[in-house]
């Protein structure tokens, strides 16, 4: 029969045929099948790296531009991100210094992050990729909104740049800080008969000698020197026009003259403890219209929101003035 087998035996000098056990059926089974999975195995890598068609070249060539891309978007959306956040925080400070509020919150966009993104797959990268072109056309629209608003609400003509020059916006003191604001507008205790009575301006601690600045562009209707130990002592009154009159009281010394005009952030003179003060500081006021206002709500400039905000809760102590 075709395929017996048949072994000699020396014993008997005959030749004998030879069984078929299981256990070598199973070995020949699985030598076959070791290497029928070898033999496809070995078809496969030859396939997947040696034979390659065009279609298999074209999506290996956009695999790799994606990954490179992905790292790239990765990088942008970082620097984005920063410059985003920043646009936001300037635009929340001239908010809250235009209209004295809070802007309201908007609702909050994840932003995807860089680790989001170099370990997304291709369908969550299309997903990032459309929620990031969602929200930056959500931003774009929302930026577009502001500066329409700021255009008709915020814009300033030619004719109207010397008020805005001439309203007293700036701290009038050298190196200012929030700690050098010592005593606010409204009740005080008096330094001296220890009794409350309306402090109508804000006293601003300083060294000796510092320089005392214009609080907006304007001219000099007084300079008072005076060697009495009460009252204002050595003092300049600014007047901005439109009623506002400025007033910079216990100066050391005066550096301008009377009728002379003056230019915001101009010096005027130096911090001095003359009259009526208990300390070197100088003593400043607003006056609207012959009426003492608090010139708290003129610190506008040079100030971001946090550091007006301390002022304002700085400034409402019920403490004692220097004056």
Known sequence: MPGTKFRYNSENLRFERVKISFFNVLITFFSYLTFGVLFFIGLLLLQNYVCETPEENKLRSEN??????????????????????????QDLDLYEKLFETKLPQETN????????????????FNGIINDLNSRFKDLYTSAKRSNEFYHA???????????????????????????????????????????????DGVDIASARGTSVLAA??????????SDLLAGF??????????????RYSHLEEITVRTGQKIKKGQTLG???????????????????????????????????????????NKSKKQNQSLD
């Open 64 to 89: 790799e531009a994606l990954k490179e891309h992905k790292v790239v978007l990765a990088g942008q959306l970082t620097q984005s991100n920063n410059q985003l956040d920043e646009l936001k925080k």
């Open 109 to 124: 966009h994840s932003a995807s992050n860089r680790e989001e993104i170099l370990l997304a797959g291709s369908g969550d």
């Open 153 to 199: 609400k915020a814009s300033v003509k030619k004719e109207d740049l010397s008020t805005l020059f001439s309203i007293p916006s700036i701290v009038p003191v050298d190196n200012f800080d929030q700690s050098k604001l010592v005593s606010g507008f409204g009740t005080r205790i008096n330094p001296f008969h220890k009794g409350h009575y309306h402090h």
């Open 216 to 225: 907006g562009h304007g001219v000099v209707v007084i300079t008072k020197r």
């Open 233 to 246: 002592g050595n003092y300049v009154e600014i007047d901005h026009g439109h009623g506002i009159i400025t």
């Open 270 to 312: 130096t911090v001095g403890s003359s009259g009526g003060s208990i300390a070197p500081h100088m003593h400043y006021e607003v006056i609207e219209k012959g009426v003492n206002i608090d010139p708290i709500k003129f610190f506008a400039e040079g100030l971001n929101a946090g550091q007006y905000q301390e002022l304002v």
